[in-house]
């Protein structure tokens, strides 16, 4: 991979993992789901009109949007909001991996294989060793609202594979349109109706809306179109790793900006996830190596 592609895979992983940070700080003006239905309309708009419609069912880009918008986003805005700290669901999302393997299982009739059910396992002690660490900055909530947001992530993968070859960018704008009607609808019910709405949008100061156009345009736009352009022009293979430092840009970010402690517990909670993705991303391809020199 030439240097800038390398750069270019590394400020997408900054951007995706100091996103935690943003969102912490955003939700200090922004209650959680209405903060996620204003990242979907600018997620959406303008670029809608920009990018054609992509070529697959309105089914699909619903389950997508549903899965994304409201089920990791909107959930996990909620358990940012007072539940887990940042930097720990930063970490605690990669089990979207695990959904996303169990999913293949389920729908694509793939079978487990013993490397994925050791990666499983070894990234279950890394979540066990949080579980048994809740404080007041991480609930037992916060982690079981941020496992099931990777639950979401892992049927929006799904929802995406089924989709076939397709302008992941446009695919991505034109399913944030299915995000916001129940966003909305949520924070209107749940987070004081209209009048609370409108003080928020009304009030909200510029780093605000700063926050929420990271979201969209940094996060959303520029992290899912430099990443579909980095997968067209490398294999799968040489780009898929670099995803693997999401949590340590997002615990870093969180420590460095939030004063996010970082005890021997948590960073030994952090390898053993971490280690667990290792295992499920490059044993096939060590396994090949071994055999073709031994």
Known sequence: MPASH?????????????????????????????????RYVFAFLPAALLLPRPKVSW?????????????????LYYAIDGYISPGLASLVIQTQVFFT???AMLFAKERLKLYQAVAVGVAMIGLGIIAVHTDATTTVLGLALVVFCGFSWGIANTASR???AINMLSYVVWASVYAIPP????????EGGW????????????GAWLGVLWQSWGNTLFGYGAWAWLLSKHPAAVVAPAPLLVP???MGASAFFLAEPLPAWKVLAASLVIAGLVVNLFWPSLRNRLTRYC
């Open 6 to 38: 390398l750069l270019l895979a590394l400020a997408i992983v900054a951007v995706w993992g100091t996103n935690f940070v943003v969102i912490k700080v955003s939700l200090a003006s922004f209650p959680p789901f209405l903060f996620a239905a204003l």
């Open 59 to 75: 089914i699909n880009l619903c389950v997508y949007g549903l899965a994304v918008g409201v089920g990791q986003f909107g959930v």
């Open 101 to 103: 393997i169990g999913f």
């Open 162 to 164: 089924r989709a076939g």
């Open 183 to 190: 966003l909305f609808a949520i924070a209107l019910i749940f």
């Open 195 to 206: 009048g609370s709405v409108s003080r928020s949008l009304t009030s909200a100061p510029l």
């Open 248 to 250: 340590i840009f997002g």
